[in-house]
C-alpha cells in the first residue's frame, strides 16, 4: 500500500549515516530503486566496516532494520607475484614452444590482466599484455605485440611481470607495483630470453689443460673453434659437440694470450674469452722480464646485464647488488668493454710482439697463478672499476716497493667490492681517491687530442706535441702526498689527462682515457699512440724510458 516513509544507511552502531529518502509519499506493490555511494549526509567517505538499511514508517511508529549487510571496504586487496617458471625461455628457437605460468596469491578474478615488461634496455617498458584465469594464474608464450592480431619472439633480454586484480568491492591492486622496480621484485618472478649462450672460465687456463665450457640454454649439435684474439686462421683447436656441457684441451704449445672460443649452431653465434698461460719454458726462453697483463674480469661481471636470481631485472654492481663470477655474458658475449679497451690493446702486443704474462684480477685477488711481487710491471687490460680492499692495498705497497703500474682505462682502483668464493656482493660508493691517492674527475668532450706539456721521462721524446684524439678524458686532480709527478699531457696544460708520477719506490702511468687502446687500431694512421705504449712497455718490463 503506498506509505509516506524515510529509508537510511545506519553503522554498525545503528546510528544513522545517510538519510536517502525523508518522509517522501511512495506508491505501494511497487519496487523502489536507490543508490548509495558509501558516503554521509555531509559527502564524506563514511569508514570501513559493516552498514545495514532502515524503513521508518512515522505514521504507525514502524522500524524495519534490513538483516543484509553492506560492507564498506575501501582497502586494496593483498596481492603478490609468486614466480614465474620457467626462469630461462628461447622463443623462436627451433624446437622451442616456451610456456611460462606466472602465478600470483591474492583475490580470484575471471580475467585477471597481467602485463610483461622489458627491463634490461633502458626504463621498463611495456612488451605485452594478456588475461589469466581463475586458477590465478596467466600463461605467457614468449611473444611480444607486433601490430593487433600477431606477436613476434621476445628479442633476448630480461623481462618482468605485474599482474592487476579487482576484490569483491571493485578495488583495485597491482603487484608488485604500476612499474616495476628493483629492489622490489621477488626472486623468481622475472624470465630471461636467451637464444644462445656461451659460459667458460674466467681464471687463466694452464696450456696443455682442459677448459670447461657450456652451450645454452638448451641442447643442441653446434661446432667450435678456438682462435687467437685477433688472428682467427690461428686455430689451435676445432670440433662439433651434441648437447650443453663440454671441454676443450689446449694444446701444450699455446702461447700466452686471449684466445676466442666461438661456436656456432646454425645462424646462432657466441663467443667467450679463454685466457691461456703459455708453457714456462717459453716464457723463459725470452730472457727478459715480462710485464704482467691484468685482465678486469671482476668489472666484466660488475657490468654484465645478467638477471641471476630471475626477479625480472639485471644484477650489475653498479645497481647495488651482488652478482655471480661464473655467468655467461650477456647476448652471447663478449664481456662488457672488451671490445673497445681490453681487445684492441692485446691485439696491439701480439703485432708489436711485445712480451708479456697474463693474470686476471680475480687471481691476483685470491692468490693464485703469477705472484704480484714477481712481476717487474703490471698493466691492467681495460678499466678496473671495482676491486677488493686487500688488493687494492697490496697494489699500493708493490708500488711503493718499487712496482710500476700501467693503465689502460678510466675511473679504476676507487670502488671497493667484497669477493666471496662464488659471488661479488657489497660494492661500495665511488670514493674520492684511487688506491694510490690520487683524485681525479671524468670529463666528455668534443674531439681533442692530448697535448704534452711534461716529459720527464722521455715517453713522448722525438714524437709530435698533440697525442691522439679522445672524447673521454680522466683528469687528475691531485696526487697523493709524496708524490711526484714525471710526465703530464692533457687539453690544457692545467688539466692532465695522461699522467705518470713516482710513488714511494714505484712509477704509476695512468693513459687518462678509456679510448687509448682504441687508437692502437690498426687502421689507424697516428704513430703516437703506439710509440708511446711501446716506451710504457719497456718501462714496465723494468727498463727506463
Known amino acids: ?160 611481470f605485474t599482474v592487476t586484480v579487482r576484490d569483491r568491492a571493485g578495488n583495485l591492486a597491482v603487484a608488485p607495483t604500476e612499474i616495476p622496480r628493483a629492489r622490489i621484485t621477488r626472486p623468481r618472478t622475472g624470465v630471461s630470453v636467451r637464444s644462445f649462450t656461451l659460459r667458460g672460465p674466467l681464471d687463466v687456463v694452464p696450456a696443455g689443460s682442459l677448459a670447461h665450457l657450456e652451450v645454452g640454454p638448451f641442447d643442441r649439435s653446434f661446432d667450435f673453434a678456438v682462435s687467437r684474439l685477433g688472428s682467427p686462421q690461428d686455430v689451435v683447436r676445432r670440433g662439433g659437440r651434441i648437447g650443453g656441457a663440454f671441454r676443450v684441451r689446449i694444446p701444450r704449445s699455446t702461447r700466452t694470450g686471449v684466445y676466442l672460443v666461438r661456436v656456432r649452431s646454425g645462424s646462432r653465434r657466441a663467443v667467450w674469452p679463454l685466457s691461456v698461460a703459455g708453457p714456462p719454458q717459453s716464457r723463459r726462453a725470452a730472457g727478459r722480464p715480462r710485464p704482467l697483463v691484468v685482465l678486469p674480469t671482476m668489472t666484466w661481471q660488475g657490468l654484465n646485464p645478467v638477471d641471476d636470481d630471475a626477479d625480472g631485472f639485471a644484477d650489475t654492481l653498479p645497481s647495488g647488488g651482488s652478482v655471480r663470477l661464473d655467468r655467461l655474458f650477456a647476448s652471447g658475449g663478449p664481456p662488457p668493454r672488451f671490445d673497445s679497451e681490453t681487445a684492441p690493446l692485446l691485439r696491439y702486443l701480439d703485432r708489436a710482439r711485445l712480451a708479456y704474462d697474463l693474470t686476471t684480477d680475480l687471481a691476483l685477488a685470491r692468490g693464485e697463478g703469477p705472484k704480484l711481487e714477481d712481476a717487474p710491471g703490471l698493466a691492467f687490460a681495460g678499466s678496473a672499476l671495482w676491486l677488493p680492499d686487500g688488493l687494492q692495498r697490496r697494489l699500493r705497497d708493490y708500488v711503493a716497493g718499487g712496482g710500476r703500474v700501467g693503465v689502460f682505462g678510466a675511473d679504476s682502483f676507487r670502488r671497493a667490492v667484497i669477493l666471496g668464493e662464488r659471488f661479488l656482493h657489497a660494492p661500495s660508493r665511488r670514493r674520492r681517491e684511487d688506491a694510490f691517492g690520487e683524485r681525479t674527475e671524468l670529463l666528455r668532450t668534443s674531439l681533442s687530442p692530448l697535448s704534452v706539456f711534461q716529459d720527464d721521462l722521455g715517453l713522448f721524446a722525438g714524437l709530435t706535441s698533440f697525442i691522439g684524439e679522445f672524447t673521454e678524458f680522466e683528469l687528475s686532480r691531485g696526487l697523493a702526498p709524496g708524490a711526484s709527478r714525471v710526465e703530464a699531457a692533457g687539453r690544457e696544460t692545467d688539466e692532465p689527462a695522461f699522467i705518470a708520477y713516482e710513488l714511494g719506490e714505484g712509477l704509476v702511468i695512468r693513459t687518462g682515457t678509456p679510448q687509448w687502446a682504441r687508437e692502437l687500431g690498426e687502421s689507424r694512421l697516428s704513430v703516437e699512440v703506439p710509440q708511446v705504449t711501446n716506451r710504457i712497455w719497456r718501462l714496465l718490463a723494468g727498463g727506463s724510458g
Open 1 to 160: 500500500e503506498p506509505a509516506k516513509v524515510t529509508f537510511s544507511i545506519t553503522d554498525g552502531e545503528g546510528n544513522e549515516v545517510r538519510r536517502i529518502v525523508d518522509e517522501r509519499r511512495l506508491a505501494g506493490d511497487t519496487k523502489h530503486r536507490f543508490r548509495w555511494d558509501g558516503r554521509d549526509d555531509e559527502g564524506r567517505d563514511v569508514p570501513d566496516g559493516t552498514y545495514r538499511m532502515r524503513v521508518v514508517r512515522r505514521d504507525e511508529s514502524r522500524v524495519i532494520n534490513s538483516t543484509k549487510e553492506i560492507t564498506v571496504d575501501r582497502e586494496p586487496p593483498r596481492v603478490e607475484l609468486v614466480h614465474a617458471t620457467p626462469s630461462v625461455i628461447a622463443p623462436g628457437e627451433p624446437g622451442q614452444n616456451p610456456l611460462v605460468r606466472i602465478r600470483y596469491r591474492g583475490p580470484v578474478n575471471s580475467a585477471p590482466e597481467f602485463r610483461v615488461f622489458r627491463t634490461d634496455d633502458g626504463p621498463p617498458r611495456v612488451v605485452r599484455r594478456l588475461r589469466g584465469d581463475e586458477t590465478r594464474s596467466g600463461v605467457w608464450r614468449g611473444g611480444v605485440a607486433a601490430g593487433p592480431d600477431a606477436t613476434k619472439p621476445a628479442e633476448d633480454g630480461v623481462y618482468s
